[in-house]
Nanobody, 112 residues
Framework: QVQLVESGGGLVQAGDSLRLSCAAS????????IRWVRQASGKEREFVAS????????VYADSVKGRFTISVDMPKSTVYLQMNNLKPEDTAVYFC?????WGQGTQVTVSS
């Protein structure tokens, strides 16, 4: 079993920053990657970014490149998503995902 707990969401204005955290526990096999996925109201889920636990392979969606940074703290089993220059279209529930395990999500709302 794997447990994922996200935190750090909130209501911000366009141009502001937020940092999301995902604390993982359980059988988090270190040779797999962990990813952030978001879902806006009425829209399909969208891949945001992923990182291997070693931190040596990172992938970003085109929509967030240059604005978001994913990182990992292995001793804490925590993955972060630093989000800068937020835009209203970034408004969504952000989920941390490891294999087929999902966290409960954290709401990010960006006002214009």
């Amino acid at each position: 079993q794997v447990q994922l707990v996200e935190s750090g969401g909130g209501l911000v204005q366009a141009g502001d920053s937020l940092r999301l955290s995902c604390a993982a526990s359980g059988r988090t096999f270190r040779n797999y990657s962990i990813r952030w996925v978001r879902q806006a109201s009425g829209k399909e889920r969208e891949f945001v970014a992923s990182i291997t636990w070693s931190g040596d392979y990172i992938v970003y969606a085109d929509s967030v490149k240059g604005r978001f940074t994913i990182s990992v703290d292995m001793p804490k089993s925590t993955v972060y998503l630093q989000m800068n220059n937020l835009k209203p279209e970034d408004t969504a529930v952000y989920f941390c995902v490891f294999q087929n395990y999902w966290g409960q999500g954290t709401q990010v709302t960006v006002s214009s």
